[in-house]
C-alpha cells in the first residue's frame, strides 16, 4: 500500500468559486448522490486524528477498576496542549434479554462520558450515580459528552475466548461485524444539561462540530480494546494472549442509526449547506490539479485497495450487495485500463467527468480517493465546518425577487405535483412510546395531524404558487404580514438560495422517498465506513474502523479498511502468540 504523509502546514489554498459546470448545485445535493458519500479528508474522525497527531495530545489510564468479570469504572485522562479531560466509563452487568439500541432502551453493557477537567471525588460520586442512568440522570454540566453503548456479544466473547487460550480471533467472524462495541447514542451541546457547544468556541480542542463527540468515540474504542485483553488475561492467566496490533487497527466502534438523523439535516439547512460546500471545495482544489504519473500510481493504488474493501464488506441488505458488487466490478474494470486511458485526460476534473456513467457509488469511491493525492491543498479546508444557523430575510425586497430565488434553485420543488397522492404519501412524527421520529402513510394511519413540519418541498412549492399571483412588485414584508404562515419557509428560501449548495433536494413525503440517503450523508461527513442497511430508515456503520491506535496516531490517510494479512508471520494468525 502506498502511503502518503500529509503536511502537517497545510498549504495556504484560496478557496475556489465552486464549479458552475458539471458539478452544479442540482448534481451535488441531489438526495440519491448524497446517499451515495463515502468517508474523505475533510471527515471529522479524519480531521481529528490529525489534530491529535499534529498538537501531540497524550493519553493515558487514571483508573482501572473492573473486576474479574470486567464490571466497574475505568477512566482515562486525556491532555491537550490547551486542557485536560477525562473519558468515564462505567462498565455494567447487563441481561441478555436487556440488550437493546432503541433510545428507550433502560440499560447499557457500557455507559460514559467526557469530562471537561479534573475529577474530583465528589464528581466521581456523582457521575457513579448518573451517567448510567442516561436521560434520566442528572448529570454535571462538566461532561461534554455523554454516550452508552453495547457489546457485539458474539465478537467480544469470541476475542476473549481465543485471546483466552493464546489465540487470536478468526478474521471471517470479525469482518461480519467490525466492532466491539456500538453506541446506541453519543449526546452533545448541552442536551439533558451537560457542557453546552458555546463556551467551546473558543476552545482550540472542541470548536468544531461533532469533535468532542468524535473524540469521545475515539477513547471508548481504545477502552474497548483493552477491555477484550483485560478479560482474556483474567480468564486465560499466563496463557492468554493480546490482541494483534493489525486486528486493533482493523476494529473500529459501531453505531446503530436510525430516523433520528434525518430531521436533524432538514432542521439544519445551513450546517448541511457548510459541511458539503467545504467538502466540494476541497475536492475542486483537486480537480483543477494537472494528472501526474506519480498521482496517478497513488491513486490506482487507493481504487485497488477500495476494490478489496468492498469485496471484504459483509451485509443482509441485498440492495448494499449488489451497489458494492457493482463498485468491485465497475473500479476492476477502471483499474485495468487506467494506465492506459489517464493520458486522455489532463486533468482530474476532466477524468472524473468522464467517469459520469459509473454508478454513483464508484463516483463517490473515485472522489474519496481523488481528495487523498493532496492533502496539502485538501487539508487547507478542514476547520471550516461550523456554520451561522440564521435564517433570514432582508428588508425591502419585493416579491419578484423572491419568486426569482424560487424558480432559480427550487425548481426540484416547484415542479411537484402535490394532488398526487405520491408526492404526500408519508407524513413524519414523533412518537411519545418510542422517542423517535416516525413515518406514517398518510391517510391510512394516525398521527398526520401532528405531522413535523419536514416537508421542505412541500412548504416551497405552496410558497411559490402564493407568490405568482401576488403583485411581483409588493413587498414581501407586506406578503408575509398578511400571511404569516409563509414567514419560515420564505427565510429559508432566501437564505438557502443565496448559499452555494443550499437545500438537499428532497421531498421527504414522496412515497419512493429513502430516508437511507439522508442517514448515509450526514454518516459520511462523520467518517463513517462499512454501511450496513437493516431497512431503509436504519444502519449500522463502524467508525475509526481501521484507524491508527492512540499510541501511533498518525496523519496518513486510512482510507477504507481492510482485513490485516498476517500469513506470513510465523506460525499463522491463529496460533500466534503475541505476549
Known amino acids: 500500500m502506498n502511503m502518503i504523509h500529509a503536511n502537517n502546514e497545510s498549504i495556504n489554498v484560496k478557496p475556489p468559486q465552486l464549479s458552475t459546470d458539471f458539478r452544479t448545485r442540482d448534481v451535488i445535493m441531489n438526495a440519491e448522490r448524497l446517499g451515495a458519500m463515502h468517508q474523505t479528508r475533510v471527515s471529522f474522525v479524519r480531521t481529528l486524528l490529525r489534530k491529535i497527531d499534529r498538537e501531540q495530545w497524550t493519553l493515558s489510564t487514571h483508573l482501572w477498576d473492573l473486576d474479574e468479570q470486567g464490571y466497574g469504572t475505568v477512566i482515562y485522562r486525556l491532555n491537550t496542549p490547551e486542557h485536560l479531560y477525562h473519558l468515564v466509563v462505567f462498565c455494567n452487568e447487563l441481561a441478555d434479554e436487556e440488550r437493546n439500541d432503541r433510545v428507550i432502551a433502560q440499560k447499557w453493557d457500557v455507559t460514559f462520558g467526557l469530562v471537561f477537567g479534573e475529577i474530583s471525588e465528589e464528581l466521581l460520586d456523582n457521575l457513579q450515580a448518573n451517567v448510567p442512568l442516561q436521560e434520566a440522570g442528572r448529570n454535571s454540566n462538566m461532561v461534554m459528552v455523554l454516550a452508552r453503548a453495547n457489546k457485539s456479544v458474539r465478537v467480544f466473547d469470541h476475542i476473549v475466548s481465543s485471546l483466552a487460550i493464546g489465540q487470536q480471533p478468526d478474521l471471517d467472524i470479525l469482518a461480519q461485524v467490525g466492532y466491539i462495541l456500538r453506541t446506541t447514542a453519543v449526546y452533545g451541546n448541552g442536551k439533558f444539561g451537560i457542557y453546552d457547544f ?107 485497495r477500495a476494490i478489496q474493501h468492498f469485496s471484504e464488506i459483509v451485509t443482509i441488505n441485498e440492495q ?114 418510542k422517542e423517535e421520529p416516525r413515518m406514517g402513510v398518510r391517510g391510512q394511519e394516525p398521527g398526520a395531524d401532528r405531522e413535523l413540519a419536514l416537508d421542505i418541498a412541500r412548504q416551497a412549492n405552496k410558497l411559490y404558487l402564493a407568490l405568482k399571483p401576488t403583485d411581483p412588485q409588493q413587498l414581501i414584508s407586506e406578503f408575509i ?99
Open 481 to 579: 404580514l398578511n400571511q404569516p404562515k409563509y414567514r419560515s419557509i420564505a427565510r429559508r428560501v432566501w437564505t438557502m438560495g443565496h448559499k452555494p449548495l443550499g437545500d438537499i433536494q428532497m421531498n421527504v413525503l414522496h412515497k419512493t422517498a429513502l430516508p437511507m440517503h439522508l442517514l448515509r450523508c450526514k454518516l459520511s461527513m462523520f467518517g463513517a465506513t462499512k454501511f450496513d442497511p437493516r431497512s431503509d430508515r436504519w444502519v449500522r456503520i463502524t467508525l475509526f474502523q481501521g484507524a491508527p491506535l492512540f499510541a501511533e496516531v498518525h496523519s496518513d490517510e486510512w482510507l477504507f479498511p481492510l482485513l490485516p494479512d498476517l500469513s506470513k508471520e510465523q506460525g499463522g494468525l491463529t496460533h500466534d502468540r503475541i505476549a
Open 320 to 433: 448494499q450487495i449488489k451497489l458494492n458488487e457493482a463498485v468491485v466490478a465497475e473500479l476492476a474494470v477502471l483499474q485495468n485500463t487506467l494506465m492506459a486511458t489517464i493520458n486522455h485526460y489532463s486533468t482530474w476534473a476532466e477524468f472524473l467527468q468522464a467517469h459520469h456513467h459509473l454508478s454513483l457509488e464508484s463516483q463517490e469511491v473515485i472522489i474519496s480517493c481523488l481528495m487523498e493525492l493532496y492533502p496539502e491543498r485538501v487539508d487547507a479546508f478542514q476547520e471550516k465546518i461550523n456554520a451561522d444557523e440564521t435564517l433570514s430575510l432582508p428588508k425591502g425586497k419585493v416579491i419578484q425577487d423572491l419568486i426569482d430565488v424560487l424558480e432559480r434553485h427550487y425548481q426540484w420543488a416547484i415542479n411537484i405535483d402535490f394532488s398526487q397522492p405520491d408526492n404526500s404519501h408519508w407524513f413524519w412524527y414523533r412518537s411519545v412510546d
Open 198 to 304: 458555546k463556551p467551546l468556541d473558543h476552545s482550540e480542542d472542541f470548536n468544531q462540530s461533532f469533535r468532542a463527540q468524535m473524540c469521545a468515540v475515539y477513547l471508548l474504542r481504545e477502552f474497548s480494546l483493552d477491555w477484550v485483553d483485560y478479560l482474556a488475561k483474567q480468564k486465560g492467566g499466563s496463557n492468554a494472549a493480546v490482541l494483534h496490533p493489525e486486528i486493533k487497527r482493523y476494529l473500529g466502534v459501531g453505531n446503530a442509526t436510525g430516523l433520528g438523523m434525518a430531521p436533524y439535516l432538514i432542521n439544519h439547512p445551513c450546517v448541511v449547506d457548510q459541511w458539503l460546500t467545504t467538502r466540494e471545495e476541497a475536492l475542486h482544489v483537486t480537480l483543477i490539479c494537472q494528472i501526474e504519473p506519480k498521482k496517478t500510481a497513488y491513486f490506482a493504488s487507493l481504487i485497488e
